[in-house]
Nanobody, 126 residues
Framework: QVQLVESGGDLVQPGGSLRLQCAVSGLALDYYTIGWFRQAPGKEREGISF?????????YYSDSVKGRFTISREKSNNTVYMQMNRLNPDDPAVYYCATNRYSHEWPPPAWGMDYWGKGTPVTVSS
């Protein structure tokens, strides 16, 4: 059974940092694209960063997070991270990780992801 479990969401002040974690079980992450999405109240789910399998070596960041967020994966524990720096009032949302085996589009749309976590909330407030 495939499971994705996010953690690391918290309340942080503007300009602060967080590191989100997505622990993956039931599949070998090396063969999968992994992505981070976020959804704020009243807004559509937004794909913000993706990391393809190491075989293809592609990485994507949306304009809204480019230069501030960094996606990484750790093979030894099948975990994906999102380092988020310089958080601002546009960043609060529930953050989800998701994965798929084959990405026919790049970056992959939300409907193209096979497995999802339940999300972790991020709040930015002074």
């Amino acid at each position: 059974q495939v499971q994705l479990v996010e953690s690391g969401g918290d309340l942080v002040q503007p300009g602060g940092s967080l590191r989100l974690q997505c622990a993956v079980s039931g599949l070998a992450l090396d063969y999968y694209t992994i992505g981070w999405f976020r959804q704020a109240p009243g807004k559509e789910r937004e794909g913000i960063s993706f990391s393809s399998s190491p075989l293809h070596g592609r990485t994507y960041y949306s304009d809204s997070v480019k230069g501030r967020f960094t996606i990484s994966r750790e093979k030894s524990n099948n975990t994906v991270y999102m380092q988020m720096n310089r958080l601002n009032p546009d960043d609060p949302a529930v953050y989800y990780c998701a994965t798929n085996r084959y990405s026919h589009e790049w970056p992959p749309p939300a409907w193209g992801m096979d497995y999802w976590g339940k999300g972790t909330p991020v709040t930015v407030s002074s």
